[in-house]
């Protein structure tokens, strides 16, 4: 077990998947970010437990343990680990990175900025946090989206920097059930599709259980996936901490 699991979450936020322009088949909405109808899971923290499941290029990866922690708009701690033994940690704030590889006994530390530079794409603390809880990811910088109603869903597109974003709504929950991203200059692909709603005590909200993520890149070898089930997840029930630290031999990764 590596951090690939870490990895593919960012890439998958910001890589994009087959992110096709659909022509509008009925209603065309004035572009306003209020005309938007999804219900957001709003939290102070929340904690949640299941399984992931990657596959690279047809190779399946043993079936992991997963532990994410969330304060709202603060912090994301995730861990991952196989046959019980923790192989990778992970802390997040809005200006730090910090992934912690007990396999191969080495850590990455670094910002945003940085990650940015390296994935040659923008990637903000904001963007991880959606992609995680199934929340609808607003446009930035004054981006007025491109908003059609086709039946019961909702479709969302719009262009931030050089990546091209499209989520689908399901209008009956107000939840995000697929998101697609496409970095326009490297011409990588993430698609996202969230399912198994269930609603979350006590505040009846409705959470996406199942999260399948999609990676590819432009020359069409590389393909990486992550699914990953829930079976618990907890909001505002219990107070949480985010341990990270580096042992002693470990190795900086560049």
């Known amino acids: 077990m590596s951090n690939r699991l870490f990895l593919l979450f960012l890439v998958t936020i910001t890589l994009g998947s087959c992110a096709r322009k659909a022509v509008p088949t009925k209603t065309v909405i004035p572009p306003t970010t209020s005309a938007v109808r999804a ?16 596959e690279q290029n047809g190779n399946k990866l043993p079936n992991a343990n997963l532990t994410l922690r969330i304060r709202r708009d603060s912090v994301i701690w995730i861990s991952v680990s196989v046959a019980g033994f923790e192989g990778v940690r992970a802390s997040i704030t809005q200006d730090s990175v910090r992934v912690l590889n007990k396999l191969q006994r080495e850590y990455y530390v670094g910002d945003f900025a940085y990650l940015s530079r390296q994935l040659n794409v923008p990637v903000s603390f904001a963007q ?14 004054g981006v007025e989206p ?7 869903t909702q479709r969302v597109q719009y262009n931030q920097a050089s990546l091209f974003i499209e989520q689908l709504i399901e ?25 198994d709603f269930r609603m979350l005590m006590p505040t009846n909200q409705s959470f996406a259980h199942n999260t399948l993520l999609q990676v590819q890149q432009a020359n069409g070898q590389n393909k990486s996936s992550a699914a990953i089930n829930y079976r618990n997840v907890d909001v505002d029930t219990e107070r949480l901490d985010f341990p990270f630290s580096v042992p002693s031999g470990y190795v900086r990764k560049k």
């Open 39 to 54: 219900n957001n899971v709003e939290f102070r923290s929340l904690s949640a437990k299941g399984k992931a499941q990657i």
């Open 128 to 141: 991880v946090q959606a992609l995680l809880l199934g929340n609808y990811l607003p446009a930035t910088d």
């Open 146 to 152: 491109m908003i059609t109603m086709e039946g019961t």
């Open 171 to 195: 209008m009956s929950l107000g939840k995000l059930q697929k998101l697609s991203v496409r970095d326009e200059a490297s011409k990588n692909n993430l698609l996202v599709n969230y399912s």
